[in-house]
């Protein structure tokens, strides 16, 4: 009798590109989605289109892909956020044991305080309204440089990367978008990809300056279409799409209004998408003259409407991993759901959910 070939339980792979949304700290929600599809290991990713947050994301991942594969871009994804965690202990607008004391507070290593608790966070958002970072920060001091540099081998990067990256920026004079990629990969890049105008100088490249990327694409995917990659592209949400009722406060209007300027480039790109796709189904654009995406996404829309806008400073550790193993259990759920689709067909309603 002849030999049966031998049976492979290894799972097959699918090729696909992620496109990260920024949100300060609230990235770490996409580091835990991250972390889960690269334990996975079914997802081959071909190319990472981000802003911000996630362009820090993207770049750690990249790099520690090109040490050590999925298990090396776990652990420098990590690395990354303990990194933020330890330089966060020792900033003044952390909340510290007096704030926990004056809110009857019992402070423990375990629990995450509020870093609207802080009067100095209080403060520094007064000051922020009246004083530009300008007259704040003349020495430019910007933290996120230290944590980048000793993370990621740019170089390296640039030499060669195992995953095409394009990061996002806004040129503050002409308000066009700028991706960088390839040879323009620079840890000024990244620092211009979140370059926050109300508390950091704007970011000069090449003569050029430049704001947080959010403004003009959270996240772009327009690098994800031109290029020939595959036609999946997976949205990691930060932002909320959907906040229901309607905001009262200051306080919750001004971050109602942030959520959706940081959601309106992204809204246009997927009406642009529904548009040819739509031409495509009627017979008006043939195959060959326009490409058929097909979009997925992952968000958490009441996690993250939840969450209060100063929590996008709050780099304290456990705070930071409970937002990591709430991506990683929307990142379970959604391969459970939806693996089978992937390379098939889009698992988001494009109309239903952003038009």
């Not at 933290?143 to 980048?148: A, K, S, T, W």
């Not at 990809?193 to 959010?214: H, K, M, N, R």
């Not at 403004?215 to 229901?244: C, K, Q, S, T």
């Amino acid at each position: 009798m002849p030999r049966r070939p031998s049976q492979t339980h290894e799972p097959p792979t699918k090729a696909i590109n992620l496109a990260l949304q920024g949100g300060g700290s609230h990235g770490a929600f996409t580091w835990g989605v991250l972390d889960a599809l690269l334990q996975d290991g079914r997802l081959q990713l071909q190319a990472i289109s981000a802003t911000s947050a996630g362009s820090l994301n993207a770049v750690a991942l990249a790099d520690g892909w090109r040490k050590g594969g999925a298990e090396g871009a776990r652990q420098a994804l990590q690395d990354l956020w303990r990194a933020v965690a330890g330089a966060g202990r020792v900033h003044p607008l952390q909340p510290s044991w007096f704030d926990a004391f004056m809110q009857g507070i019992q402070h423990s290593a375990q629990q995450a305080l509020p870093l609207e608790w802080s009067p100095l966070h209080l403060w520094a958002q007064a000051m922020t309204q009246m004083f530009s970072p300008y007259q704040l920060n003349p020495l430019n001091i910007n933290p996120l440089r230290q944590i980048v540099q000793a993370q990621i081998d740019f170089e390296a990067l640039r030499q060669h990367s195992p995953i095409q990256l394009f990061l996002s920026a806004t040129n503050v004079e002409t308000g066009k978008i700028r991706v960088f990629s390839g040879a323009d990969l620079s840890i000024d890049a990244v620092l211009a990809s979140a370059c926050l105008p109300t508390l950091f100088q704007a970011v000069e490249i090449g003569g050029e300056y430049f704001w947080d990327g959010g403004y003009m694409g959270n996240p772009a995917i327009f690098p994800l279409i031109y290029e020939p990659v595959a036609a999946d592209v997976l949205i990691v949400h930060v932002n909320p799409v959907l906040r229901p009722g309607v905001p009262r406060t200051s306080a919750e209007i001004a971050n109602r209004i942030n959520e959706i300027s940081f959601n309106s480039s992204l809204m246009r790109e997927m009406r642009a998408i529904a548009f040819v796709t739509s031409l495509i189904d009627r017979g008006k654009l043939k195959p060959e003259d326009a490409r058929r995406m097909r979009i997925h996404s992952i968000r958490c829309d009441e996690l993250m409407a939840a969450q209060r806008v100063e929590s996008k400073m709050d780099t304290a550790w456990p705070y930071l991993c409970s937002l990591r193993d709430a991506g990683r259990e929307q990142a379970q759920a959604w391969l459970a759901a939806h693996w089978a689709q992937v390379g098939q067909a889009s698992t988001v309603d494009i109309r239903a959910e952003f038009l």
